[in-house]
Structure formats: structure tokens, C-alpha cells
């Protein structure tokens, strides 16, 4: 398996601007996480899914985050409008619940200007 | 708000055994102890977990004290390339606590 891959790796986008980072879990996995880590937080937890259900999004600062898993081997994060202060870097890990063991993605850095 | 508390940084010399220490006195009898770690600009990778005995892989060492009050990573023969921040977090098999929480981790420098 290729592991956790993400993307875009990096993204440029206008305060304001609508963004969306993308993660494909590794198969057969059932647990998906979003993180979001700055220098300023460390790695913070924003929601997590169960068989694609969401299952604690209290992490998730404010309504213009969102964030999809339509199916097990897909899933979205989107940012609508986004500011200067989303600027971190964004990780997408899964797991077996089984096993506990998280993997991760290389992550997407999100600059907004 | 996580469960452990480690020292913020550490050196090492290059082929010396690096220890790394990680205090969670509030562990409860069903959770884990879980080493990460995270090179520059990489996401966290996983080394190592375990309950009560200690544990060994082909990266590291995990030794727990009895009361499992305290846990101790060892990098036996420690290269530059194992400069990283590294996490200790406490999981639980099932329920909110399985959710991997971050605290600051330590910062390990192994230097030539």
C-alpha cells in the first residue's frame, strides 16, 4: 500500500478563497483523522470518522470548516471563505481500531494570503 | 490537554543510546503507551506501543516501569537522522480515548 496520501502537498490561495485538501485513506482501514498543526497549537485534532461517519467534529474551529467522507476510500476538508490564520499545516492519518496504529499523510501546507 | 508530560528537548551524540522519557501517572489500567515521531516538514510516524511489558522493534525500545506510571523510548545507537520530535501519547483500545492526542513531544537533536 502506498500509505496515506494527501493533497494538493501545498496550496497558495487568497483570504477569502474556497479550499479544499484531499485524503485517501489506506484500504481497508476504518478510522480517519484530520489534523491540523502551527507552531503556535502543535498538532491539533479537528474531527474524526468511523466507517465514514463523523463521529467528534469538536475540534473543527469554526463553521467554515467541513469536512466529507463519502466513501472509505475518500475524504475531504474544505475551508469556505478562508482567512490568513488557517495558514498551517493540514494531516490526514487512519487506522485500524483494531490495532490503534496511526498512519499518516506527508500533509498539506496551506498558505493563505 | 494530554495525558503525558515530557521533557521539551534533548541531545545526543551520533552511535550513543538516546532515552527519552515520558511521565502519564493517570493512565488508566486499558490504555497503551504510544511512541511518534516526527522529522521535518514530515507527518508523525508510529514506533513503537505497548501495555505493560517492555517492548522491542527494528527502530526502538519501549520500557515501562511497573506502575506504568512512566515509560522510557530508547534509540540504541542513535544516527542524525533520528533528529525528530518525539511523542508519547496514551491511547485506549476503544472509546473517546482512542483518539491519538498530541502534547509538544520532545525535541531531539543528535549531533556527530
Known amino acids: 500500500d502506498a500509505g496515506v496520501i494527501q493533497s494538493p502537498r501545498h496550496e497558495v490561495t487568497e483570504m477569502g478563497q474556497e479550499v479544499t485538501l484531499r485524503c485517501k485513506p489506506i484500504s481497508g482501514h476504518d478510522y480517519l483523522f484530520w489534523y491540523r498543526q502551527t507552531m503556535m497549537r502543535g498538532l491539533e485534532l479537528l474531527i474524526y470518522f468511523n466507517n465514514n461517519v463523523p463521529i467528534d467534529d469538536s475540534g473543527m474551529p469554526e463553521d467554515r470548516f467541513s469536512a466529507k467522507m463519502p466513501n472509505a476510500s475518500f475524504s475531504t476538508l474544505k475551508i469556505q471563505p478562508s482567512e490568513p490564520r488557517d495558514s498551517a499545516v493540514y494531516f490526514c492519518?487512519?487506522?485500524?481500531?483494531?490495532?490503534?496504529?496511526?498512519?499518516f499523510g506527508q500533509g498539506t501546507r496551506l498558505t493563505v494570503v | 490537554d494530554a495525558k503525558t508530560t515530557q521533557p521539551p528537548s534533548m541531545d545526543c551524540a551520533e552511535g550513543r543510546a538516546a532515552n527519552l522519557p515520558c511521565n502519564h501517572s493517570t493512565i488508566s489500567g486499558n490504555e497503551y503507551v504510544y511512541w511518534y515521531r516526527q522529522i521535518h516538514s514530515q507527518g508523525p510516524q508510529y514506533i513503537i506501543h505497548?501495555?505493560?511489558n517492555n517492548e522491542t522493534n527494528e527502530m526502538a525500545s519501549l520500557i515501562i516501569t511497573e506502575d506504568r506510571k512512566s515509560s522510557t523510548l530508547i534509540l540504541p545507537h542513535a544516527t542524525l537522522r533520528d533528529t525528530a520530535v518525539y511523542y508519547c501519547?496514551?491511547?485506549?483500545?476503544?472509546?473517546?480515548?482512542?483518539?491519538?492526542?498530541f502534547g509538544r513531544g520532545t525535541s531531539l537533536i543528535v549531533h556527530p
Open positions: 505497548g501495555l505493560k
Open positions: 492519518a487512519s487506522s485500524l481500531a483494531r490495532t490503534g496504529e496511526a498512519f
Open positions: 501519547i496514551v491511547r485506549g483500545a476503544s472509546g473517546g480515548s482512542y483518539i491519538p492526542t
